[in-house]
């Protein structure tokens, strides 16, 4: 399975960005896909996920309300649209995926089997 993220850039504060992470490898789209993203100098953190039918999402306190996660399993595709980006979400971010269906905790890196490049984010102030 290989994960492939893109859609990452340079933006003024307050605008926007679309990341999207398409799997292939397996012809069933994954149970969870994440977003993960890290700051230079920081631990990676847990930014969204969402499961399989696309209806239960979770965003981390810190992007929610401006950051949506979104899914097309038709594509094997996860979407991730941020709105008023702040210098603060300058990071890379990575997709993971997996498919096991016992997860029980969907922010916790070690549920997550499979791992996208990563693509930068860059918000000018």
């Known amino acids: 399975v290989q994960l492939q993220a893109s859609g990452g850039g340079l933006v003024q504060a307050g605008g926007s960005l679309r990341l999207s992470c398409a799997h292939s490898g397996r012809t069933v789209a994954s149970y969870w896909t994440g977003w993960f993203r890290q700051a230079p100098g920081k631990e990676r953190e847990f930014v969204a996920a969402v499961k399989w039918g696309g209806t239960r999402t979770y965003y981390a306190p810190s992007v929610k309300g401006r950051f949506t996660i979104s899914r097309d399993n038709a594509k094997n595709t996860v979407y991730l649209q941020m709105n008023s980006l702040t210098p603060e979400d300058t990071a890379v971010y990575y997709c993971?995926?997996?498919?096991?269906?016992?997860?029980?905790?969907?922010?916790?890196?070690?549920?997550?089997?499979?791992w996208g490049q990563g693509t930068q984010v860059t918000v000018s102030s």
């Open positions: 993971a995926a997996t498919w096991r269906t016992s997860v029980t905790d969907y922010s916790s890196q070690s549920v997550y089997d499979y």
